[in-house]
């Protein structure tokens, strides 16, 4: 059910005011005034404002140039309509027909002058918006007033509407006759919704009485006004009455029975005519049964043509300032696409690494290895013992590093307090020193973190899988030793069905299996149809955990290094389901919007550390529409915050990964840390894939690549690295060496080895600077 604002319907813009506003500020500013966290969105598509009480959404139009004050005196006059006006009690009084927008027109007024006062009331602040919007639009002209006198022979209905958008200010002063000076005391004094019904149908009955005997044309008034009842609709040109649970004043029996169209009065038909003139015709009139039916009322009909024709006729200045605001409306301006996320189903995405055991465990039962695989297996098996053995210094460093960081912050954290006690020790010195108390040091308790890695296991990883495997166990090694909680997590495009282990990859039955499986269900929830987004199938398979006890994570390592090697010589048989796809790493990251606050509560912890690996972009989830000029604003359903689409160079599939970020790190509260493999050896071709700003900041960043094998790029990560994927971990600088080198030779390797180390020891080094900040 919609509702528009009378004064809102006219009250669209300044012209040429040369003022941008900020929309954002603006839909704070609406959701405090109602008190509710309600949806704000600004539309090209629709004339006038409204508000959606179903989906709790405030729409405001696109207008070309506006003035701050106007703008808050818009979205105030329209919360208080959602605020205080009813959606029943209009009906009996407006009726349906050529006479619905006259008595629209008088409720409008007096309800406006109404909910003026209560907003006013109610945020007493807005009231100097108020007192500079209805200064700026009389400027304007937007009643027009010039060259008209202002005195009693204007309609008494213009004058009070007048009187309560410009009198009450100061900017006219609008004469009243002592027998209607009764009515401006009602209409400032009206309470509810009833007293503004009975003063607008005393008001109309008074202009009728008044209406000239020959525009009677002898026949009796209608009292109900009741019009063509071939359509049930009325005519939108001539104000709207609100109502508070989004019903239309004068809509058609759709809206009226609580029908919720989501659309401008001016669009309630197929066509996209008004709702009086579906036939598109001149003078508004009904097409079909409307103009057969006799019911009309011809007074009705000769007050519609006077009130149309005739600026000086009654609601002379509503109607001028409805002719305006169709001016002001921005028609070249382009709708921005509200996008929402669906509820992803935790459960059916993660595989965890106890059903990953169990994955390797039954696929070796059913495959004959092959001697040679066999001997790869042991050699690899090896080759990862090796790796482990030599990489001791390399943990051990780095936990000599994050101690003494960690001692540096509780040093930072540490403050000394007097007891008010002497110390008998030290008080011998009072002579030459005042410090003669007994002192206590008091350390503030720092901050426990944690951290979840989300390993990209795409086919472009293949050639740098290997090398990124012993970044990752580095790093997993490290927080084995130090205590710190973490998950590794692959996502994978290939799904994991457990009906169709054993079965031939593409036979009959494995086909009738999947078939079934894709039938029963998503991965996700869309609450709504229309804006939610859809994302890709994806997994999530739980490779290595510190829930993991000694024996399981040392089978997880070793099932992690032959999947990697499998993946990069394509030479040793594996899981079908665990081999490398495509890159669902958007997927990834709304997972993330649950996953982390579930790890963070599961370990008590006060700071999660949430690190994407991936060698490029996510493929796109239809987030950003396209790569034109439409904005997308992305809805956070929990937070009831918006994200709009960054303006930047960068593609559109990384800019929906922005935005998620941008989503996850507000909701959540995690650190977030971004880390692209790149297998070139420069970045400077790259450029359109990160957000640089200047040229500067892009040659600095090239630099660091060449020279370091890594550098920092702009992101909404906290800290987004570029790192050299084929780097592999340092562990010995002197090993190539042959026995008779020389000692130039030796220094030279053990220089270029250690410089080797710091650069190859990237994603471990940056986490333990992280992890040592409370």
Same mark, same amino acid.
């Given at each position: 059910m919609l509702y528009r604002g009378g004064l809102l319907w006219y009250n669209m813009g300044m012209k040429n005011t040369n003022n941008t506003v900020k929309t954002a500020s603006k839909d704070i500013l609406a959701k405090c005034m109602a008190t509710e966290d309600i949806n704000v969105e600004h539309r090209a598509d629709v004339p006038t404002a409204y508000f959606d009480t179903k989906s709790r959404t405030l729409c405001l139009p696109v207008w070309k140039d506006m003035d701050n004050s106007v703008y808050d005196m818009l979205v105030g006059h329209e919360v208080s309509h959602a605020l205080h006006t009813p959606a029943q009690g209009w009906q009996d009084f407006v009726g349906k027909g050529r006479g619905s927008q006259i008595r629209h027109m008088f409720l409008n007024i007096v309800e406006d002058a109404r909910i003026e006062r209560m907003i006013k009331d109610k945020f007493p602040g807005i009231r100097r918006d108020f007192a500079s919007a209805y200064k700026n639009l009389h400027n304007q002209d937007m009643f027009e007033l010039n060259g008209r006198t202002l005195d009693t022979s204007l309609p008494l209905i213009d004058r009070l509407n007048l009187h309560f958008k410009l009198g009450l200010f100061g900017l006219e002063s609008i004469p009243f006759t002592s027998e209607e000076k009764p009515y401006v005391t009602r209409m400032a004094e009206t309470v509810t919704f009833k007293d503004v019904v009975k003063l607008a149908k005393d008001l109309y009955e008074k202009h009728q009485d008044e209406l000239p005997e020959e525009d009677e044309n002898g026949e009796s008034q209608s009292a109900s006004g009741q019009g063509e009842s071939g359509e049930g609709q009325s005519g939108t040109e001539y104000g709207e009455s609100q109502s508070g649970d989004g019903s239309e004043s004068g809509a058609g029996e759709s809206q009226q029975e609580g029908d919720d169209s989501g659309q401008s009065?001016?669009?309630?038909t197929d066509d996209g005519k008004s709702a009086d003139s579906e036939s598109g015709s001149e003078d508004g009139s009904e097409s079909g049964e409307g103009e057969s039916n006799e019911s009309q009322d011809s007074s009705d009909s000769l007050e519609y043509d006077d009130y149309k024709n005739n600026s000086n006729a009654a609601g002379g200045t509503q109607k001028a300032m409805e002719q305006n605001v169709n001016e002001l409306r921005d028609d070249n301006a382009k709708s921005p696409t509200y996008r929402t996320l669906p509820t992803m189903k935790i459960d059916d995405i993660v595989i965890d690494f106890k059903a990953v055991e169990s994955i390797f465990t039954s696929h070796q039962s059913v495959t004959e290895l092959t001697e040679r695989n066999m001997a790869t297996k042991i050699e690899e098996l090896g080759n990862l013992k090796s790796f482990l053995n030599e990489s001791r210094g390399v943990v051990n460093h780095m936990v000599q590093q994050f101690q003494m960081k960690q001692a540096a912050d509780a040093d930072k954290r540490t403050s000394i307090a007097k007891t008010g006690v002497l110390d008998t020790v030290s008080m011998i010195n009072y002579r030459w020193s005042e410090d003669v108390f007994l002192k206590n040091e008091v350390v503030a308790d720092g901050k426990n973190h944690g951290m979840i890695m989300y390993l990209d296991w795409s086919g472009s990883m293949n050639c740098i899988?290997?090398?990124?495997?012993?970044?990752l166990?580095? &790093?997993?090694? +490290?927080?084995n030793k130090v205590g710190i909680p973490f998950e590794v997590y692959a996502f994978s495009s290939n799904l994991y069905y457990p009906t169709l282990e054993g079965l031939e990859r593409w036979s009959d039955e494995y086909n009738d299996a999947l078939k079934i499986i894709r039938e029963s269900?998503?991965? +996700?929830t869309k609450l709504d149809e229309v804006s939610d987004i859809e994302p890709h199938a994806l997994q999530l398979y739980n490779f290595l955990s510190s829930r993991m006890n000694t024996k399981q994570y040392k089978t997880a390592t070793q099932n992690l290094w032959m999947l990697a090697y499998a993946e990069q010589s394509y030479g040793y048989p594996h899981p079908t389901c665990l081999g490398t796809g495509c890159t669902p790493l958007n997927e990834a990251v709304i997972c993330a919007l649950d996953m982390v606050?579930?790890?963070?509560?599961?370990?008590?912890?006060?700071?999660?550390?949430?690190?994407? &690996?991936?060698?490029?972009?996510?493929?796109?989830?239809?987030?950003?529409?396209?790569?034109?000029?439409n904005t997308t604003i992305l809805r956070d359903r929990k937070t009831r915050k918006t994200y709009k689409q960054p303006k930047s160079n960068i593609n559109r599939r990384n800019v929906e990964t922005e935005m998620l970020l941008e989503l996850l790190k507000e909701r959540t509260g995690t650190s977030?840390?971004?880390?692209?493999?790149?297998?070139c050896k420069s970045i400077?071709?790259?450029r359109w894939q990160f957000n640089f700003q200047d040229d500067e900041? +892009?040659?600095k960043a090239c630099a660091d690549y060449k020279k370091n094998n890594f550098c920092t790029v702009p992101s909404a990560y906290d800290l987004y690295f570029v790192v050299q994927g084929h780097m592999t971990v340092q562990t010995d600088a002197l090993e190539d060496l042959n026995e008779d080198a020389s000692i130039a030779k030796i220094k030279n390797a053990f220089i270029k080895g250690s410089n080797n180390k710091k650069s190859t020891r990237v994603i471990a080094g940056k986490m333990v600077e992280v992890f040592a900040v409370a």
């Open positions: 009065m001016e669009d309630d899988l290997k090398d990124t495997i012993c970044q166990l580095i &790093l997993t090694e +490290f927080c269900g998503k991965q +996700f606050p579930a790890f963070q509560e599961a370990n008590q912890l006060q700071i999660v550390n949430t690190v994407f &690996l991936t060698d490029g972009e996510g493929h796109g989830i239809g987030l950003v529409d396209s790569w034109g000029d977030l840390i971004g880390i692209r493999l790149q297998t400077k071709g790259y900041q +892009f040659a």
